[in-house]
């Protein structure tokens, strides 16, 4: 499940090029909105990562996968902890890293700050505008914002904080210590509220560890899948 407009091959091209592939068959999707998957335009509702939700388990009907695991990262990550807890009869385990249930203050912060777009690294901004052009990111953006204000303002910042107590399945939770975007705080959180729970913070990390640290991470997570 990739992150904020996150693609295919922008968020996971370590994971695809990196998993064990005589051990496991590797998914991955542009959620509707997202990437390839348009049209049509995402619409940025109070309930959209919910949605996501729904849409991923519809498509793993579609492909006649009864039972998987899960691995998101930011609001993917998000998208798949509300997954696990509606769906617990299709998880196998759950992976999530560099996420959170809901928003805090100063977090509402960096994401106004993210929709000036000169305050964006110049590679992430050279490929989301790549896929989705200056204009129309610049655009989606911004109405994510809006929504993320909604949520912080209507519902008390909170994405999914009720769902954790229903998550049923083994679940690895990592986050970098140095994570800028999101308070490395909700690692512990979502350990303390998800029954079946463990953590790695990496010390260094930042919000892409899965890239920066591709083999370590990649190899924890598969030990941790195999278990």
């Not at 309930?47 to 930011?74: P, R």
């Not at 200056?134 to 008390?156: C, L, P, R, T």
Request: net charge neutral; hydrophobic share 35%; charged share 25%.
């Amino acid at each position: 499940m990739p992150g904020i407009f996150g693609t295919i091959w922008t968020d996971f091209k370590a994971q695809i090029e990196g998993f064990d592939r005589n051990k496991f068959t590797v998914i991955t999707w542009d959620p509707p909105g997202y990437g390839k998957s348009r049209p049509p335009e995402k619409e940025f509702t109070l309930d959209f990562l919910e949605c996501d939700a729904d849409y991923a388990y519809n498509f793993m009907k579609a492909l006649k996968i009864e039972k998987y695991s899960v691995l998101g990262w930011s609001a993917g990550g998000t998208t798949s902890v509300i997954h696990a807890a509606k769906y617990p009869d299709a998880m196998r385990k759950l992976v999530i890293w560099g996420t959170s249930s809901f928003i805090l203050p100063h977090e509402l912060k960096n994401y106004k700050n993210m929709n000036i777009m000169s305050n964006w690294s110049k590679s992430s901004y050279q490929a989301m505008t790549a896929i989705y052009g200056e204009e129309n990111f610049a655009k989606y953006f911004s109405k994510f914002v809006d929504a993320a204000v909604g949520i912080y303002n209507k519902k008390n910042g909170n994405f999914c904080v009720e769902c954790l107590p229903d998550i049923k399945c083994p679940t690895f939770i990592l986050h970098g210590k140095q994570d800028q975007l999101l308070d490395k705080f909700h690692a512990s959180y979502f350990n303390k509220y998800i029954a079946e729970s463990r953590s790695y913070i990496y010390p260094e990390g930042k919000h892409n560890i899965h890239i920066k640290y591709a083999e370590d991470f990649n190899k924890r997570v598969q030990e941790f899948l195999l278990e």
